[in-house]
């Protein structure tokens, strides 16, 4: 008896499965059960010798607990009845069978494994019938491959739209973090350059200073060799005065006044030269500071040329990103 709606109607009448074939199956129900022991355990026999499927068996049953499911299966061929019940019980068993990693090779194979058993077995006990009895079991277990397969199909979209979501959660994710990257880059990208412009236009200030300072040095250079000119004249002087005081001595009352005047440049010969000793003292320390100067402002400079250079290189670095961050936008 068949009693589905009509999508399922259609189908099972495609597969070749009529109301004669049900009937006819479930006159045979003692040859079925005469045999389905046997069936099953040369089945399972072949079944457990795969070690993917043993390993499946393993983990989520036991042999003997399936074997009970099949001989119950197998029986259920006879029972002459395809209804919605029927219909979700085969679905229920290509979900589990999904879930549990059961692939579909292994399935239909192991189909073509119960029937190649059923066949043997319906040879010895019916040697008159059994071609007929199988084609109505092979039309039957081609329907429940159908019904399998269709709940297979389903677990596999619901996979597939699962990954999609996850997928188009991951995108979306993406471009939040793409959007606000790209805000980043830009305000990144700006400041760099700045930095970059700032550090050059620093470090060519820093170089005039530079050239200034050394100016500086050679104008200091120029005042000290004046100095040395100035000290010649003041030892002249003070060897003058000298000479015109002895002169002024030998000259008694007439060279007093001569005498006079060659004390006076005596006094001023002997100022200048203490003030020439200040005057290149203090001329010492300012070329020391000038040079400490010198130091610091090379070092100056070649800290804002590393960092022109690092920021060149860090606005090359934004240019990347950005390229990557088109890349993922890309993506979408």
């Known amino acids: 008896m068949i009693q589905v709606n009509e999508a399922r109607r259609k189908q099972i009448a495609y597969t070749g499965i009529t109301e004669q074939d049900l009937a006819y199956l479930r006159s045979n129900r003692p040859l079925f059960e005469q045999i389905t022991s046997l069936v099953v355990d040369q089945l399972y026999e072949k079944v457990a010798a795969i070690p993917e499927l043993r390993a499946i068996i393993d983990k989520h049953s036991t042999l003997e607990r399936l074997k009970e499911t099949q001989r119950r299966y197998f029986l259920s061929m006879t029972d002459g009845v395809i209804d919605d019940a029927f219909i979700e019980r085969r679905i229920v068993i290509g979900h589990i069978h999904s879930r549990i990693g059961l692939t579909t090779e292994w399935y239909l194979g192991t189909y073509m494994l119960y029937l190649d058993t059923a066949v043997q077995n319906f040879q010895r006990i019916a040697p008159d019938s059994w071609m007929t009895i199988i084609l109505a079991l092979s039309k039957m277990f081609n329907l429940d491959s159908q019904l399998v397969l269709e709940a297979y199909e389903k ?12 997928r188009q959660s991951t995108l979306t994710t993406i471009s939040r973090i793409v959007q606000e990257l790209s805000a980043m880059i830009v305000e ?9 412009d700032s550090a050059s236009h620093t470090a060519d200030i820093q170089d005039q200073a530079n050239l200034k300072v050394r100016e500086l040095q050679s104008k200091i250079g120029e005042i000290d060799g004046i100095g040395s000119l100035l000290q010649e004249i003041s030892d002249q002087s003070q060897l003058l005065g000298i000479n015109a005081a002895i002169e002024a001595a030998h000259a008694a009352d007439h060279g007093r006044g001569f005498g006079v005047v060659a004390g006076e440049i005596r006094k001023l010969a002997s100022h200048s030269k203490e003030s020439l000793v200040t005057v290149r003292a203090k001329l010492q320390e300012i070329s020391g500071v000038i040079g400490e100067v ?9 800290l804002a040329r590393d960092q022109a250079a690092s920021s060149q290189e860090l606005t090359s670095f934004v240019q990347m990103i950005e390229t990557i961050t088109l890349e993922l936008e890309s993506i979408q």
Do not use: F, H, P, W
Not at 155 to 166: F, G, H, P, T, V
């Open 188 to 196: 990144l990208g700006s400041s760099s350059q700045s930095v970059a």
């Open 155 to 166: 677990d596999e979209k619901d996979k597939i739209q699962s990954l999609s979501d996850a």
């Open 294 to 302: 010198m130091r610091d402002a090379e070092r100056t400079s070649m």
